[in-house]
């Protein structure tokens, strides 16, 4: 299994929409830095409804004043976000 970690805002980039269409299910996704923006983004929410839960760093969504998280995206802090590096095989940036 492979951890998918994303940067790149939605709305300035197509990276994330680009990328999952190639993430395998078993996979997982987490969200840091702008692409934090993600859940928010309905369309873009419902895409990686699949991949739940979908992880999102709480100090990037504090940082940039986002406090209604879509359902299906799970807040953990940078401690889980590091353990969660260590249970995959693999984590890919994009």
Known sequence: MILHKFTASPYT???IEQTIERIAPQDKVILVQDAVYAC??????KKLAKFKP???IQDDLVARGLTNVQQG???ICYKEFV???LTYKQ???W
Not at 40 to 45: C, P, Q, V
């Open 13 to 15: 980039s197509t990276l």
């Open 91 to 93: 984590v890919i940036s």
């Open 83 to 85: 353990e969660l590096t």
């Open 40 to 45: 928010t983004h309905r369309d873009l929410a």
């Open 73 to 75: 995206f799970q807040v």
């Open 54 to 56: 979908v992880y999102c």
